[in-house]
């Protein structure tokens, strides 16, 4: 199972950017996929998730700032950022829990590469 996201890039503070993060792979299902992100020196942090049915949650920072969606057909999430700010720079990782086999339902975590942020004053 691979994560691959996109998107990143240097935007002025208050312009947009829109992410996205594609898993493939042989899976059965994916059920919540999310978006963290990590700054220079600082923990990685939630900035949204959202579940198979599509219910999302967001981190205080980012509410009504952010919005994400996902594709279930083409198994991708996506991250619209708007009214971006400098505290919102930082590399960009996206999170999948995944069930491979229908037989165990297990649920295996997933992680894909950072896609750099980067929000100029």
């Known amino acids: 199972v691979q994560l691959q996201a996109s998107g990143g890039g240097l935007v002025q503070a208050g312009g947009s950017l829109s992410l996205s993060c594609v898993v493939s792979g042989s899976i059965f299902r994916i059920n919540v996929m999310g978006w963290y992100r990590q700054a220079p020196g600082k923990q990685r942090e939630l900035v949204a998730h959202i579940t198979r049915e599509g219910t999302s949650n967001y981190a205080d920072s980012v509410k009504g700032r952010f919005t994400i969606s996902r594709d279930n057909v083409k198994n991708t999430v996506y991250l619209q950022m708007n009214s971006l700010k400098p505290e919102d720079t930082a590399a960009y990782h996206c999170?999948?829990?995944?069930?491979?086999?229908?037989?165990?339902?297990?649920?295996?975590?997933?992680w894909g590469q950072g896609t750099l942020v980067t929000v100029s004053s």
């Open positions: 999170r999948a829990i995944v069930v491979i086999s229908s037989r165990s339902g297990h649920e295996y975590i997933y």
